[in-house]
């Protein structure tokens, strides 16, 4: 039976992070600076600040990763969660891995009373918008960006 784990991140779990990040990265078509990679890497590292993040292994390989904000909210009590990034690895997705890793950003969000958690995805992320049409509900909003 497979063990998997969710934790915050260490020192060690860079290599492995890197890896994820890049292929991450990579499905959106997106670079990130040397810089950013390496500034995102030292908070979510150290706990200093957010982002916050949190990490999945399983059978100890490090498969996957998130990383959220909690933001004020003009409309609510309680801030708002946003998970910017959430990534699995291709050989383990449909393993639990995803839900868990958001399982566990719904709970740090219920800790600190969160009003809302939220996140975006690309609407041709297929795979991804399965799992979450299980775990949250789809919003009418359209995002614009400059």
């Known amino acids: ?14 290599p492995g992070w890197l890896i994820l990040w890049q292929q ?3 499905f959106y078509e997106r670079e990130v600076a040397g810089r950013t990679t390496e500034r995102l890497w030292n908070t979510l590292v ?4 957010e982002p916050f993040g949190y990490i999945a292994t399983k059978d100890g390989a490090l498969v996957g990763f998130t ?10 009590w309680g801030p708002r969660c946003y998970m910017q990034d959430l ?21 740090d969000a219920d800790k600190n009373d969160v009003a809302q958690t939220y996140w975006l995805t690309a609407s041709i992320n297929a795979t991804a918008r399965k799992l979450y049409d299980h775990v949250a509900s789809i919003t009418p909003f359209v995002k614009y960006t400059r």
Do not use: C, W
Request: charge should be negative.
């Open 1 to 14: 039976m497979s063990t998997i784990e969710i934790r915050r991140m260490k020192e060690a779990d860079r």
């Open 24 to 26: 991450y990265n990579a």
């Open 46 to 49: 150290s706990g200093a600040g």
């Open 67 to 76: 990383h959220y904000f909690f933001l004020p909210s003009t409309s609510d």
């Open 87 to 107: 990534f699995v690895g291709a050989s383990v997705r449909g393993d639990g891995i995803g839900g868990a890793l958001i399982q566990a950003v719904y709970d």
